[in-house]
């Protein structure tokens, strides 16, 4: 057999194993490399807004050694710090994002496609080329002293995590969440590093003012799973102890099972809502696994790399809960899906959450303490 019709028989076997609407992700090389090592994503194609189209191609060759897959860091001077929103089935109007690109790497990320906003691919650019907005604090004093501003939950970490391990070297969220709390304004972190808990004197005084709540994001209780799926975010036992913290210090706090990716931590719901409540969260939530944009191949090729058994079966399930697509945009199911699997989900987690009591809502922050901070050039205005 030559090698031309080895390839085609290899291919063909490989259609039948995974099915034929993932062979174009199937038939292309994986790059395998150990600079890659602590990376969710495994390809680098170009940004689908370039004029030029790139991938990395494995050809057998070693690379040279090099720093290419080390952490490239953009200073960036922001022009505007909050982000308005008007989606109807997102409970916030208002974001901040400290950072563009996440260092977490997680394989599932939502977020992947925005970096071709920025000229870079979505895959391993996105958690190589991280982006500091060194004047976010400056730009959110600046807009919150605007006299007409009106103060609603500004919401942190819907996007990038403001706590991924350059928040360590820049501290972006700490001096954001001064302001936040000079101001008396409510805000709402979602993350799933540990290193929150650096902020805790700050998130403190917030809480007992009725002006924060956390959510700690749980994927899954195991450690090894968790590790490729997150290469880089904090274990499992370190959020919860974060949370526990939390907790302690009476700060609201709420565990997040997500994503919930069928057939690979999907059976461990419960078990992370159990390990939140008896760290001290006071509510839950639950989001199926998303697939928009780039973010489709990136995971799949984790998958084929992680779980090659599981690709076909996998895919299949979160095709049946999006509308028969790899991903459902539409308002009101792209967060909860639907169908038969994305009912069962949902029922196992309000079965779970109510008999935790992690079911009852919220007291809602408060936003009739909030108070104008004064610019940074104030002092002019003595004279």
């Known amino acids: 057999m030559d090698r031309i019709s080895g390839e085609k028989t290899h291919l063909e076997s490989r259609r039948k194993l995974f099915g034929t609407r993932d062979v174009d992700l199937l038939s292309r090389p994986v790059i395998e490399s150990p600079k890659l090592r602590g990376r969710g994503a495994s390809s680098n194609q170009s940004g689908r807004f370039e004029v030029h189209k790139r991938e990395m191609f494995a050809d057998g060759w070693e690379p040279e050694p090099d720093e290419d897959f080390e952490t490239r860091e953009h200073i960036e001077r922001a022009k505007s710090i909050i982000t308005r ?58 807009e ?24 360590r070297k ?20 979602v993350t799933k590093s540990a290193l929150i808990v650096r902020d805790l004197d700050i998130l403190t005084k917030m809480a007992r003012q009725g002006l924060v709540s956390v959510g700690i994001s749980v994927t899954s209780m195991d450690h090894k799973l968790s590790r490729f799926m997150e290469p880089r975010a904090s274990t499992p036992v370190r ?17 997040m099972a997500a994503p919930m990716i069928p057939a690979v931590n999907d ?13 001290g969260a006071t509510a839950a939530s639950m ?20 779980y090659p058994d599981k690709v076909r079966h996998v895919m299949g399930l979160v095709r049946d809960y999006r509308n028969g697509q790899d991903n ?6 792209r967060f909860t899906g639907e169908g038969p699997y994305a009912v069962l989900m949902q029922q196992r987690f309000e079965k779970a959450a109510a008999r935790l009591g992690l079911n009852e809502k919220s007291a809602p922050l408060r936003t009739d303490l909030f108070v104008h901070p004064p610019k940074e050039t104030a002092q002019l205005s003595l004279f």
């Open 287 to 306: 989001i199926l696994l998303r697939l928009p944009g780039e973010v489709r191949d990136i995971f799949r090729e984790w998958l084929l790399k992680t």
């Open 239 to 255: 959020r919860l102890e974060a949370l526990r913290l939390l907790s302690e210090s009476g700060i609201p706090t709420r565990v």
């Open 85 to 142: 929103n008007v989606s109807p089935d997102i409970g916030f109007d208002r974001s901040i994002n400290p950072y563009r690109g996440c260092e977490h790497g997680c394989s599932y990320c939502f977020a992947r496609p925005s970096h071709a906003y920025l000229g870079h691919s979505a895959g391993i650019d996105f958690e190589r080329d991280i982006y500091i907005k060194v004047n976010a604090a400056e730009l959110l004093r600046a």
């Open 328 to 333: 459902d945009p539409r308002f009101g199911s």
């Open 267 to 279: 059976h461990e719901l419960e078990r992370i809502l159990d390990a939140g409540k008896a760290q």
């Open 144 to 167: 919150l002293a605007n006299p007409r501003y009106r103060p609603k939950p500004i919401a942190i970490g819907t996007n990038t995590d403001p706590y991924q391990p350059l928040e």
């Open 170 to 189: 820049y501290k972006i969220m700490r001096s954001v969440l001064k302001v936040l709390l000079e101001a008396k304004h409510p805000v709402t972190i």
